[in-house]
């Protein structure tokens, strides 16, 4: 049985730990989070993912996967820990070179190391393969270096991960190759190997992607605005063209992929990015174009209490990293209006939360930012009883308009009634 060693037990580590272990691997998950390691010992998991508890516990309880502080000799090693921004917007690389030294000292002859973390084209090599080779083992001869980069949708991980096809980048030839079986434990994908500057690019490309193609959603609401033409009819109907798809404008793009990996590659080549830079500015813009619309809405109403539904950075996760909302939060809230926040998906004490249906009592007006399935739910009819005025301002397009009759509800993209 083949041993492998993860490091960091985070979003992505602990899924893949957890899968590795169920397909009969002998897996150490390492996390230098003491608190992270005593949870997992004790039966309880830190990330809301479906389906992963159940996973994690099995795997554990079968005795394939161990949470452990430090890293094992191992066959292969995996590192999985975050990679965020810098304040000066690039790639911060503290966590996988620590994770990187802490493995040195039990790197043996044969072993595969493996990089999923996202990270600047260059990085494996200039970076990672140096401190691997500390060693004493020769990369490409005598131990093998590859880039794994994770494409897993949260919320949909267990799913994604092994459903999706992944991308391999090697050292060498050999290096992808040994990697690839791996791999092929679990993925039912298709798997490609190229080399580790593509695989770096690759990752941050498709994440750049879907940035863009957003920032263009929310770019053609603030022009049908201006134009009073409905951008969300006007999105529909163009993606009724076989080649056009567009995505869904919003109240900006969160999450610790989309908003994030742009900037790698801008700070890497300022110069030449200048498309996916006013990409990230237009997605930015938005928790203030959404203030001016709730404004708007507002106008003639004094000292109203605003209720904001929704705090993650998209629907029904529990993940708060970099989401819009918390900026249209910081804006209302410098503008001196009373906010009340809700989020079913969030227990986390610093953001004040209250229960749905407290938050609206004599509110004037509720921001629904994220489509959580409780919202969409919501009988806005008995809500709205309980509301100073009801006023609705809907940036997720997750409310039928018509069917309140005695609620105004705007929403972003639709020319307002
Ligand atoms: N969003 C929109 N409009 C849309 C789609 C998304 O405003 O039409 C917003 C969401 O509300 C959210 C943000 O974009 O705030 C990001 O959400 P997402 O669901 O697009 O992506 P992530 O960040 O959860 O996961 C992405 C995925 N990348 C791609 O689909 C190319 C995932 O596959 C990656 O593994 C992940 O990034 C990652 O870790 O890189």
Redesign the pocket.
Known sequence: MEKICVLGLGYIGLPTAAVFASKGFKVYGVDIKKDIIESLRMGRIHIEEPLLTQLVLKTIASGNLLPKEVPEEADVFIIAVPTPKTQENKCELKYVIEAARSIVPYIRKGNIIILES?VTPGTTEEVIKPIIEESGLVVGEEIYLAHCP?????GSILD?ITKNGRIIGGYTKECASKAKVIYQSFVSGQIILTDLKTAEMTKLV??I??DVN?AF?NELVKVCDALRIDAMEVIELANKHPRVNI????P????????I?PYYLISSVPELTKLISTARDINCSMPSFIVTKVEKMLEGIKNPKIVVFGIT??ENIGDVRES?SLEVIRILKDKNYEVVVCDPHVQDKLYQLEEIYKSVVGADIIIILVAHDEFKSLDIGFVSQSMRTPLIFDAKNILDQNIYENVTINKLGRVSR
Do not use: M
Request: charge should be negative.
């Open positions: 996202t994770e494409r897993v949708l949260p994604e498709e994440n992607f879907r957003i959603a995505l869904q404008p919003g900006g793009v969160g999450g610790h992929c989309l908003a990996d950075y998209k819009p």
